[in-house]
């Protein structure tokens, strides 16, 4: 599981508009099948039960997750205790939002940790990390705390606007007059986003 423990206090600037080849979504099977041919051919991985990860749906967190970004879930009466292997994981969930062009490696990286935990590592502990650090792109797992931001922008229902310096901060919720901006004091407006 992949949650983000950052807390972004204040959320400054818009996002950009959503348009180009970079939104652009992809196929979450045909990155299961990618990520598990990578797998195989990780030496360390060889004496897991890697062929065994195809058998595994792969599916979507809700849209509007904001936390959570990837999970593997194991089947009902399946302990973390008891000995895992990728019979006992009912499903993969990976955020929709990683699934386009400019969270491609990203996702990869997700899919790569939670097969990880599909194949018996169910805690994040020493040799769950090891092998995590086994990754040919470990620059993929550093883009968590910009997915998350990321995240937060997407849900962001209101824009509280000062009037005066013109500055905008998004937030899921009205700010209904409470707030004055912090640079000239000035009543926050609410802007639908
Ligand atoms: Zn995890
Ligand atoms: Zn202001």
Redesign the pocket.
């Given at each position: 599981m992949i949650r983000s423990n950052i807390s972004i206090i204040s959320e400054t600037g818009v996002e950009e508009p959503g348009i180009l080849l970079q939104d652009r979504s992809f196929s979450i099977e045909g990155m299961g099948s990618s990520i598990i041919e990578q797998m195989m051919n990780i030496p360390d991985l060889s004496d897991l039960h890697i062929a065994g990860l195809s058998q595994i749906p792969l599916g979507k967190l809700r849209k509007n997750a904001v936390r959570l970004h990837a999970v593997c879930r194991y089947k009902k009466g399946v302990k973390k205790t008891d000995e895992i292997s990728p019979v006992s994981v009912r499903c993969i969930d990976i955020h929709p939002r990683a699934l386009n062009i400019r969270w491609e490696r990203y996702a990869n990286f997700l899919l790569f940790h939670e097969y990880l935990h599909a194949l018996g590592f169910s805690n994040h502990g020493k040799e769950f990390r090891r092998l995590e650090a086994l990754w040919h792109d470990p620059e993929a797992r550093e883009m968590g705390r910009s997915f998350s931001l990321h995240l937060r922008k997407m849900n962001a229902r209101w824009i509280w606007f000062?009037p005066?310096?013109e500055?905008k901060h998004l937030k899921s919720k009205r700010s209904n007059g409470r707030y004055n901006?912090?640079?000239?004091?000035?009543s926050l407006i609410d802007v639908k986003n």
């Open positions: 000062c005066a310096c500055i901006c912090r640079l000239c004091l000035c």
